[in-house]
């Protein structure tokens, strides 16, 4: 795991530790792809729920290398396949969503039932934060 600052750690937990919209940007061999996920950081990682059938997550199993961008943020992470929300050893994290993305979750979008329906960890490797005029190097 990353070894984040004390200082930076609080100020990704302010500004992401919530639901968060960002950037995430993907390959599909030498073709890049960016789309918008709503995501929460915790712990030196961003968090989202998808579809493991999705294009952003076949790309990820091909290439894990993703890159990022949030509000005065940008990062590069490894994602990885947590496998399906509802199994024993999500729970921790799956309540953590539910609680993070409340206002949306629960919509109809989501197919809790459905064994596709994964959490996306992205592990940061290294990013350049931005916060009162200062620049932080993760």
Known sequence: MLNISNEVEKILLDRFGKDSILALATTDG???YVRSVDAYYADGAFY?????????MKQI?????VALAGEWFTGHGK?????YFGKPENAETAKK????FAAWIDNGHNNFEDVNTC???IELTDGVLFSHGTRYEI
């Open 119 to 121: 959490i996306l960890k």
């Open 48 to 56: 989202v729920l998808t579809y493991a059938l999705s294009n952003k």
């Open 61 to 65: 199993e091909a290439n894990p290398v």
């Open 97 to 100: 969503m539910r609680e993070v």
């Open 30 to 32: 030498t073709v890049p």
């Open 79 to 83: 994602g990885v396949n947590l496998g």
